[in-house]
């Protein structure tokens, strides 16, 4: 189970703006048992848009999720870039407008042409509700791929993340993941790459990866462990034995591992309840 | 002149780490006149690093940026990637090695395999040191295209635009940007939305966008404008106009205009010196 997460927004190209909505999608996704393959950035451009959905279809991933752009402005144009990627026309939602309305209806406003163009989706698109902003969110199929269109607010985008695809994704997806971290100070991470890669050769579906790191001057590498499994009890025998198979290589040839959380008790990071 | 950033690793697509160095590099490139058009994120995996290269240089920026994978672990695969991007051999640059080599020597240790992996790159590239830090970078042309390969690690590659990049771009961009903030409360951005059209189509070269945002559960607008010109001085009168006219048209519809930056004092924010 794929996912490509497309980030829309001329404030992330200039620097703006950190794009955090990508890596808490990131993260939520991959405890969820999803790969996330590609994060693109683009701006508020119709045909960057476009084209840019149109390149991650051809790649089929199972998901395609997109932050931002959906709001009232006249730069808010990623639902219209959808439909010219889908080859749909961009019709009126009528759900979409109900939703639209009950929001503004509720803050005594009135339903102006900036607003309604909230509710303007491709043809064959679900509205999905926004718990807690005004432009609703859209899902549409497209051959193998689900795609959704999220707002680019970050607690909305949460919202609706939480309230829908996240139910949407499990309900596909049966795999747990098993992480876990090791901390090692006064080894050069170019000399643990060899030590990593024999780990690595000896258990194949752990995927391991080293970061130099800096803390109140002192250097230290963090080494980062994990396992997808459909069993979360074997994710966990499997990444801990590669651990601690790292662990031994790494005493016998410097003798110095230091773990920031002991091997016994707060040892596990992150698991997938 | 226009950019796409490559960012390369795992650690990125598990939402383990946001992607501070993307937005850090934006907003630098975009303060030096160079319109980023593309962020993209992939995995250490020789094959997404090399299309994602391929289908980057198709677009033909003038500049290609990528950061991370150059480190001395297996995972480590940019310079590889990049390689089979051109076409061209990974081969063992001389220049690159002795730069490698003097790091190590200096704190005494051995030049290992994969330390020495650090010193291959593709055949024509230009090795760019790092102050701060082991791996080279590596700069490398390819048609109309500069490509620079920078480390992951965030001092490491600020190091290194600073010393090489910024001097290269400033060399060839004589565009400065001047930008301001407007701060609008007690209109929703819908109602804005109209009006930002308007000012819009009579200064058809300010970027404006309306960013709704929330400080202490009080709900207020940031409108950001951009202009770049050659002449920094017009760069200045076209935003401060355009800002003005926005102004005077929320107060005409809505008397509610706060900004949080007198129009007089302090109004600048940014302006490339």
Redesign the interface.
């Known amino acids: 189970m794929t996912c490509e997460i497309i980030s829309i927004g001329?404030?992330?190209?200039?620097?703006?703006?950190?794009?955090?909505n990508?890596?808490?999608?990131?993260?939520?996704?991959?405890r969820l048992g999803v790969?996330?393959?590609?994060?693109?950035?683009?701006?508020?451009n119709l045909s960057?848009i476009s084209s840019?959905i149109r390149?991650s279809l051809s790649r089929k991933p199972r998901y395609i999720i997109t932050t931002g752009g959906l709001?009232?402005?006249?730069?808010d144009i990623t639902l219209e870039g959808l439909a010219v990627a889908l080859g749909k026309p961009l019709v009126l939602n009528q759900e979409a407008l109900e939703m639209v309305r009950g929001k503004y209806e509720k803050m005594g406003?009135e339903l102006?042409?900036?607003?309604i163009k909230?509710a303007k989706m491709p043809e064959g698109a679900e509205p999905l509700p926004n718990p807690v902003g005004?432009a609703p969110a859209a899902k549409i199929v497209s051959g193998g791929t689900l795609i959704y269109a999220l707002p680019g607010?970050p607690r909305e985008m949460e919202a609706i993340f939480n309230e829908t695809i996240s139910r949407d994704v499990s309900g596909e997806s049966g795999l747990k993941v098993a992480e876990l971290y090791l901390r090692v100070t006064g080894v050069?991470?170019?000399?643990?790459?060899?030590l990593?890669?024999r780990v690595?050769e000896l258990y194949p579906n752990t995927?391991i990866?080293?970061?130099?790191k800096v803390s109140e001057e002192k250097p230290w590498i963090e080494i980062?462990f994990?396992v997808f499994h459909k069993d979360e009890s074997e994710a966990k025998r499997i990444v801990s034995e590669a651990a601690k198979e790292l662990t031994r290589l790494i005493e016998e040839h410097y003798g110095k591992v230091v773990s920031n959380r002991g091997m016994n008790k707060g040892f596990w990071k992150g698991i997938v309840e």
Chains 1, 2 share one sequence.
């Open positions: 001329n404030e992330l190209l200039i620097g703006k703006v950190v794009n955090t990508a890596s808490w999608l990131a993260e939520r996704l991959t790969a996330v393959k590609r994060i693109t950035v683009v701006g508020d960057e840019c390149e709001g009232p402005t006249y730069d406003e102006t042409e900036s607003r909230m005004t607010v050069k991470e170019s000399s643990l790459a060899p990593i890669s690595k995927y990866k080293s970061h130099p980062y994990s």
